[in-house]
């Protein structure tokens, strides 16, 4: 039976993709789809579901910054934005039971303010999922995003505890004393090399933390988050986390085929859900005004916004243990899980469409930023610069390299990361902080002479757009791009790239290219004296 539902994610993803969605939306429908059909969840399916959501908030920890978490912009506006929208929530579902709607007619206040709590959650899951394949995991936005859903995770760890009555052991007060242990964590990671030791390594230390929280009375997804935050700031962090994400991608696939094969839904159910998520507009738009308060551009407070604008499975934990304690009908639980779904499509389908929304109201949500709204914004185009390199990772690194010195041409490099910056800046390069995507990024391009603008950044969509965004604010120098497939070569092209480096067919081209140019000694004499003449 497990490879049967294994068979219909596969199915039911690739379906998704074919139709330009994320396939998360393809495993979301074949649960459902597997459910109706009489197919249950099995001990297998919710062990690999567990396993995935260890997986990623472990590599969540590896890309955290803690400071980032104490910064008013993200824990005040995650309590603010918790007790507004549950309150409207709260409100609205007293509406529906006024309207005699199923399910809310006999609901008490007490349990309505209990679903609006679970809703006022967004989901980690799927908005991680969402800025890891857009390549928007590091940059500002997306760090807002992810440091308002850690606070969120944190108050649902005291939500929990509170409502259970489970105190911790009081083994959990030398939990503290895990950060001496940082140094034997880097040793580990250090003598694994890059393989899959590696990797196991990475997947070792998950489990160790969810077993060591569980072992002192707490919840097992939070220890699993705080290893990883123990290693962050180590030099193969990043390498551990790249090496860990498609493992974490299968894993993950269990999470949302188990939401579907969970619950039985009925047309009352589904109405209802429907209903509630006439509610998600409201969710993101506070989001956008609370963080435009704390000085967030327009645009960074509409992407982070988005971002978060769905359910989370945090609900459904919440509908669950309510319903074993008795504080709320059976019902819900299937309801809210549908609600929960049905909002990760609608989030998928705007955040696919995010930049291109903020282009088309880029004016009128203007209107809402304070005139302090300067903490993110972008510096102006470089001038005087015959070479752009946007995106500064080891490739646009080494290209930045390559070009000033065997080609003696003016470069700048361009990255969303910060202290990443600083740290071009300390070896002698020439960069700024600026976002490719970001309509308000290219202003002033008409001031530039550019001959060349080169685009190394790791997500294929990130560089489409980037690209069309550049033809259409009138650049039209040459453009180069790089891509790992054949497929990808030919979108860039259609983008307006001129050149595309498929770097994983021509890594060998270069590699021979560059042995031979250093060994003049091994060629034929005819080929050493065409080179010399």
Same mark, same amino acid.
């Given at each position: 039976?497990?490879?049967?539902?294994?068979?219909?994610?596969?199915?039911?993803?690739?379906?998704?993709?074919?139709?330009?969605?994320?396939?998360?939306?393809?495993?979301?429908?074949?649960?459902?789809?597997?459910?109706?059909? *009489?197919?249950?969840?099995?001990?297998?399916?919710?062990?690999?579901?567990?396993?995935?959501?260890?997986?990623?908030?472990?590599?969540?920890?590896?890309?955290?910054?803690?400071?980032?978490?104490?910064?008013?912009?993200?824990?005040?506006?995650?309590?603010?934005?918790?007790?507004?929208?549950?309150?409207?929530?709260?409100?609205?579902?007293?509406?529906?039971?006024?309207?005699?709607?199923?399910?809310?007619?006999?609901?008490?206040?007490?349990?309505?303010?209990?679903?609006?709590?679970?809703?006022?959650?967004?989901?980690?899951?799927?908005?991680?999922?969402?800025?890891? $394949?857009? *390549?928007?995991?590091?940059?500002?936005?997306?760090?807002?995003?992810?440091?308002?859903?850690?606070?969120?995770?944190?108050?649902?760890?005291?939500?929990?505890?509170?409502?259970?009555?489970?105190?911790?052991?009081?083994?959990?007060?030398?939990?503290?004393?895990?950060?001496?242990?940082?140094?034997?964590?880097?040793?580990?990671?250090?003598?694994?090399?890059?393989?899959?030791?590696?990797?196991?390594?990475?997947?070792?230390?998950?489990?160790?933390?969810?077993?060591?929280?569980?072992?002192?009375?707490?919840?097992?997804?939070?220890?699993?988050?705080?290893?990883?935050?123990?290693?962050?700031?180590?030099?193969?962090?990043?390498?551990?986390?790249?090496?860990?994400?498609?493992?974490?991608?299968?894993?993950?696939?269990?999470?949302?085929?188990?939401?579907?094969?969970?619950?039985?839904?009925?047309?009352?159910?589904?109405?209802?859900?429907?209903?509630?998520?006439?509610?998600?507009?409201?969710?993101?738009?506070?989001?956008?005004?609370?963080?435009?308060?704390?000085?967030?551009?327009?645009?960074?407070?509409?992407?982070?916004?988005?971002?978060?604008?769905?359910?989370?499975?945090?609900?459904?934990?919440?509908?669950?243990?309510?319903?074993?304690?008795?504080?709320?009908?059976?019902?819900?639980?299937?309801?809210?899980?549908?609600?929960?779904?049905?909002?990760?499509?609608?989030?998928?389908?705007?955040?696919?469409?995010?930049?291109?929304?903020?282009?088309?109201?880029?004016?009128?949500?203007?209107?809402?930023?304070?005139?302090?709204?300067?903490?993110?914004?972008?510096?102006?185009?470089?001038?005087?610069?015959?070479?752009?390199?946007?995106?500064?990772?080891?490739?646009?690194?080494?290209?930045?390299?390559?070009?000033?010195?065997?080609?003696?041409?003016?470069?700048?490099?361009?990255?969303?990361?910060?202290?990443?910056?600083?740290?071009?800046?300390?070896?002698?390069?020439?960069?700024?902080?600026?976002?490719?995507?970001?309509?308000?990024?290219?202003?002033?391009?008409?001031?530039?002479?550019?001959?060349?603008?080169?685009?190394?950044?790791?997500?294929?969509?990130?560089?489409?757009?980037?690209?069309?965004?550049?033809?259409?604010?009138?650049?039209?120098?040459?453009?180069?791009?790089?891509?790992?497939?054949?497929? $990808?070569?030919?979108?860039?092209?259609?983008?307006?790239?001129?050149?595309?480096?498929?770097?994983?067919?021509?890594?060998?081209?270069?590699?021979?290219?560059?042995?031979?140019?250093?060994?003049?000694?091994?060629?034929?004499?005819?080929?050493?004296?065409?080179?010399?003449?």
């Amino acid at each position: 039976m497990d490879s049967l539902i294994i068979l219909a994610a596969f199915a039911f993803g690739f379906a998704s993709r074919q139709i330009g969605q994320p396939p998360l939306v393809g495993y979301l429908v074949a649960g459902f789809a597997l459910g109706i059909a *009489g197919f249950e969840s099995s001990a297998t399916i919710e062990s690999i579901a567990n396993t995935g959501i260890s997986l990623m908030l472990f590599i969540i920890g590896l890309k955290l910054d803690i400071r980032s978490l104490l910064k008013p912009e993200i824990y005040r506006s995650t309590f603010e934005h918790t007790a507004a929208f549950g309150l409207v929530t709260l409100g609205f579902l007293s509406m529906l039971a006024v309207m005699g709607l199923p399910l809310v007619a006999d609901i008490s206040w007490q349990q309505a303010a209990l679903v609006a709590f679970a809703l006022s959650f967004s989901s980690t899951v799927c908005t991680v999922a969402m800025l890891e $394949e857009h *390549g928007e995991f590091r940059v500002r936005h997306g760090q807002i995003a992810v440091g308002i859903l850690i606070v969120q995770d944190i108050v649902a760890v005291l939500f929990l505890t509170v409502s259970t009555g489970k105190i911790p052991l009081p083994w959990a007060l030398l939990l503290p004393l895990l950060y001496f242990a940082r140094p034997a964590f880097s040793y580990v990671l250090r003598s694994s090399g890059h393989d899959e030791v590696l990797i196991l390594a990475g997947i070792i230390l998950t489990f160790a933390g969810s077993s060591l929280f569980e072992l002192v009375g707490m919840k097992a997804d939070l220890g699993a988050l705080v290893f990883g935050m123990l290693i962050s700031g180590d030099k193969k962090a990043g390498e551990l986390a790249k090496s860990m994400i498609s493992f974490k991608d299968i894993f993950l696939i269990g999470f949302f085929l188990n939401i579907g094969l969970s619950v039985q839904p009925s047309l009352e159910m589904l109405g209802i859900a429907l209903v509630l998520c006439l509610l998600l507009p409201i969710k993101g738009a506070a989001f956008f005004f609370l963080l435009t308060r704390y000085k967030m551009r327009a645009r960074t407070a509409m992407l982070a916004g988005l971002a978060l604008t769905q359910y989370s499975e945090f609900g459904l934990i919440v509908a669950a243990l309510s319903v074993k304690l008795g504080w709320l009908q059976a019902e819900w639980m299937a309801t809210l899980a549908i609600a929960v779904s049905l909002s990760f499509v609608v989030s998928t389908l705007l955040n696919g469409r995010s930049h291109r929304l903020y282009r088309r109201f880029k004016e009128p949500l203007k209107r809402f930023e304070t005139n302090l709204a300067t903490d993110d914004d972008p510096e102006a185009p470089a001038r005087n610069v015959d070479v752009l390199i946007v995106g500064l990772g080891r490739v646009g690194s080494g290209a930045y390299d390559t070009i000033e010195s065997q080609y003696q041409l003016r470069v700048c490099g361009v990255d969303t990361d910060k202290p990443k910056l600083l740290q071009h800046k300390a070896a002698g390069r020439r960069v700024i902080y600026g976002d490719a995507e970001d309509a308000d990024f290219w202003e002033g391009l008409q001031f530039t002479h550019y001959k060349l603008v080169m685009f190394t950044m790791p997500s294929l969509s990130e560089m489409i757009d980037a690209v069309k965004q550049l033809r259409s604010s009138g650049y039209t120098g040459k453009v180069a791009a790089v891509a790992k497939y054949e497929d $990808e070569r030919a979108q860039m092209k259609a983008a307006g790239a001129d050149v595309v480096f498929n770097y994983y067919a021509e890594a060998g081209a270069g590699f021979a290219e560059h042995a031979l140019s250093n060994m003049q000694d091994i060629l034929p004499r005819k080929h050493t004296e065409a080179t010399a003449g």
